[in-house]
């Protein structure tokens, strides 16, 4: 296969905005699920990314919508979000004010009217549904998952076993005669944290024992979610002194005991950790992932902003001269350089048919899938260390033989080193070192995250590069001694060093993916401890300085 030849011309900026035919109306009726948005099912994913409108049932729906769009909270962009929850007076609509807002856009716009757990069950559905035909408006129903199935099931509680086949859900907002309840069917108690004391009562004395368990499960399948375990003579009172507030599941029944074996949801590693993610925006994401999945509750401060080379004839010269056959190879050393020269391609009309007969190296894996989502593959990745030096060790010597170019792209950081070049530079080979992007400092956090991280209300600091250590200590101070630090790497955990940080944990291996694995393990083994010393479980924000342990994982 033959290089593209020509030089490329830059494009006219000439885009084209067809008008699209105005669709018709129509309106799904979504069931958000009881709060984690993993549960939402695949058609409320489509559905939602479809959407001319949205319209919420709570605060919390924004950063869903946010969430499923793969978009940053609070930036511009997706459907059209309507709070359904208040009308613009501030006051709490109707079901009625609420129906007419659904109808209104209904009618000329597709609608996902998001609702809390299921739009059929314990939810305004309904009569909303019935709105949309009395209106000659269309509309489906997409089932949730129930926040009276889910929210037992994230606390380790089945509703049902073998030997417990029946179920009744009762709502304590309205009168409820418990006498009939005095058997021993299991009990799911909505809206019932106010009038335990009288439910726990009425029903002891309607026949149940007083040492029946019970458990009370606050903001489930959230990492906020806190179960209380009681019996019924005692739930009113470890309630009180638990100051549990609704929103609240409440179980009670013989299958509560089942806790003690399952509870699988607030024995994660990480459950409920603060854990403070220093990166650039845009890179935050799956290690946000990942330690979402071991329980964490992760927030992205942004340390460094990735910005264009403040001279661009430096990179389109290069291009210029990728096109042209000038290089036998092209070496990505980031993510960043990858999005910044498919930028710098795009800008150009060049697609990845310009690569032809070019060999390409990638610095690591999570750099060699941003080539191979752009349809290319990385013909050089380092097995062992996925570093500069990692890929030094793997670079083929020049050969005057084998090579018929002796010349290398290196787009890289503004910031980077120039051990890569040296090196390469060793090995015969002649470097064009290109900036394609500079990393600047970015703005310091709001006050409260500041005031945080210097307090110690954060449980742990993740650090991906030294810059993340030196920004984040230049833009916010430094974390505070009771907070577990983790890095990426030695290098890192060098600079985090220097600037007066104890490290805690340090990756094996510089991914992303396996430092919060590292965490993780730090966390089981911190949380195993305790339990063997007969110690609650607490986080690490909830401990002294002379409580930390340092666990290097290996």
Known sequence: ???????????????????????????????????????????????????????????????????????PVGSEGGPEVVDGGFGDDGQPLTHAARAKVVVRHGKKQRVVRLMTGDPFLYASGPEEAQACVKAGVGFE?????????????????????????EVAVVTCGEKVDWSHYGDDRTLVLLSGVGSIAETAAALVE?????????????????????????????????????????????????????RKTLSWFETKPLFGWRVLVPRTKEQ??????????????????PTISVEPPRNPLQMDKAV??????????????????????????????????????LKIAAVGDKTAEAIAAWGLRADLVPTDEQSAAGLLEVWPPYDEVLDPINRVFLPRADIATENLVAGLVDLGWECDDVTAYRTVRAT????????????????????????????????AGKPHPTTIIAVIGPATAKTA????????????????????DALADFGSARRLSMLEAGEPVTKPSERTASGRRKVRAT
Request: proline share 9%; aromatic share 4%.
């Open 320 to 357: 210029r001269g990728l096109v042209e056959g000038r290089y036998e190879w092209i070496a990505f050393t980031s993510v960043n350089a990858v999005k910044a020269v498919r930028e710098k391609f795009e800008e150009y009309g060049l697609d990845a048919r310009a690569f032809s007969g």
């Open 444 to 475: 310091p956090p709001p006050a409260p995250t500041r005031d945080a991280i210097k307090t110690g209300k954060f449980d742990a600091v993740v650090f991906t590069s030294s810059s993340t250590v030196r920004n984040l200590v230049g833009i």
């Open 141 to 165: 129903i997409v089932p949730g998952v129930s926040s009276v199935a889910a929210v037992p099931a994230y606390a380790g509680i089945p509703l049902t076993t073998k030997a417990h086949r």
């Open 206 to 258: 309607a026949g149940r024992s007083p040492e029946t368990p019970v458990a009370m499960t606050r903001v489930g399948t959230t990492t906020e979610q806190q179960t209380l375990i009681s019996t019924l003579a005692t739930i009113a009172a470890d309630a009180r002194a638990a100051r549990i507030q609704p929103p609240a599941i409440t179980v009670i029944g013989d299958v509560v005991d089942l």
């Open 284 to 301: 935050a994401g799956s290690l946000s992932r990942s330690l979402r999945e071991y329980g964490a509750v992760p927030e992205e401060v």
């Open 1 to 71: 296969m033959t290089r593209a030849q020509g030089t490329p011309d830059k494009l006219a900026s000439t885009p084209s905005s067809p008008s699209p035919s105005s669709p018709s109306g129509w309106v799904s009726f979504v069931g958000s699920g009881p709060g984690d948005p993993g549960l939402l099912t695949v058609r409320a994913v489509e559905l939602i990314k479809s959407a001319d409108v949205v319209v919420t049932e709570c605060p919390e729906h924004v950063d869903l919508v946010h969430t499923v769009l793969g978009l």
């Open 497 to 516: 060093e220097e600037h007066g940080l104890r490290v805690d944990v340090m990756a094996p291996r510089p991914d992303v993916e396996v430092l919060a």
